[in-house]
C-alpha cells in the first residue's frame, strides 16, 4: 500500500513539473528589456526549461539581445560556480566524521531505519 501510495504521489509531483503553464510565454511580457535578455542567457547557459519561453517572447517584441549577451553569460557562469559550490558543501558535510568548525570531535552513531542506515551526528 506504501508503495503504490508513493508511486502516485511521485507521478502527481512530475505531472507538476511538466506543466505547460509553467512554460508560458506571456508570463515575460511585461518584463524590461535588459532582465529579460539577461535571464534568457543566464538560462541558457544552465539548460534551464525558462530559456525557451524567454526566447519565444524575445522574439514577439522583437527584441535584439546581443548587447546584453555578455552580461547574461557572466550572470549564467556566476549562477553555474555558485550551484557547485554549494554541491562540493554538500559532499563535504557527508563526507566527514569530525566537525572542522570546532577542535572537539563529532559523535555520530548509525542505525537501521527500514531497509537503509541512517546516520546521526552530534
Same mark, same amino acid.
Given at each position: 500500500?506504501?508503495?503504490? $501510495?508513493?508511486?502516485?504521489?511521485? =507521478?502527481?509531483? $512530475?505531472?507538476?513539473?511538466?506543466? /505547460?503553464?509553467?512554460?508560458? /510565454?506571456?508570463? +515575460? %511580457?511585461?518584463? /524590461?528589456? =535588459? ?5 534568457? +542567457? =543566464? %538560462? $541558457?547557459?544552465?539548460? #534551464? ?9 524575445? *522574439? ?6 546581443? &548587447? !546584453? ?11 553555474? *560556480? +555558485? ?5 562540493? #558543501?554538500?559532499?563535504?558535510?557527508? =563526507?566527514?566524521?569530525? #566537525?572542522?568548525?570546532?577542535?572537539? /570531535? ?9 531497509? !537503509? !542506515? &541512517?546516520?546521526?551526528? +552530534?
Amino acid at each position: 500500500m506504501k508503495k503504490i $501510495l508513493g508511486i502516485i504521489t511521485l =507521478s502527481l509531483l $512530475l505531472v507538476g513539473c511538466s506543466n /505547460p503553464l509553467n512554460r508560458d /510565454p506571456n508570463k +515575460y %511580457a511585461n518584463t /524590461p528589456e =535588459s532582465q529579460l535578455c539577461i535571464n534568457y +542567457y =543566464s %538560462a $541558457l547557459m544552465r539548460h #534551464n526549461i525558462h530559456a525557451k519561453p524567454m526566447r519565444i517572447m524575445i *522574439e514577439q517584441r522583437g527584441i535584439d539581445c546581443s &548587447r !546584453y549577451k555578455e552580461e547574461g553569460m557572466m550572470a549564467g557562469q556566476a549562477a553555474i *560556480e +555558485y550551484r557547485d559550490r554549494l554541491k562540493k #558543501n554538500l559532499e563535504h558535510l557527508g =563526507s566527514g566524521s569530525t #566537525n572542522t568548525n570546532t577542535k572537539t /570531535p563529532t559523535n555520530c552513531t548509525t542505525r537501521k531505519v527500514g531497509n !537503509y !542506515y &541512517r546516520t546521526f551526528c +552530534y
